[in-house]
């Protein structure tokens, strides 16, 4: 099990379109700590370096949120991503 399998759970059951939560809370939520590279904005950017396959964006993406930490480097802010009706983003 991955150590974030949990915030994906919690994120897939959210309703809001947009919430922050502290890195308390999400350590609350997947009962761990935090890695010190949490604390940097990279770590949770979901759009910057898309190649680079790291755990805790892919528990976002597929909870489905886009995450960002905040400014004040304590929280981080999910919003959700948009979702495709049938047939759109498709060509001619």
């Known amino acids: 099990m991955n150590d974030y399998d949990t915030l994906r759970d919690y994120l897939k059951k959210q309703k809001l379109p947009e919430f922050v939560l502290t890195f ?19 770590w949770w950017e979901t759009q910057r370096s898309p190649q680079e396959k790291m755990p805790q964006r892919e528990a976002c993406l597929a909870g489905g949120y886009i995450a960002t930490r905040q400014a004040d480097g304590k929280s981080v802010r999910f919003k959700r991503m948009p979702t495709r009706r049938p047939g759109e983003g498709r060509g001619p």
Request: aromatic share 0%; no cysteine; hydrophobic share 45%.
């Open 24 to 42: 308390e809370q999400i350590e609350e939520i997947i009962d761990a700590a935090l890695p010190r590279a949490a604390h940097r904005a990279s």
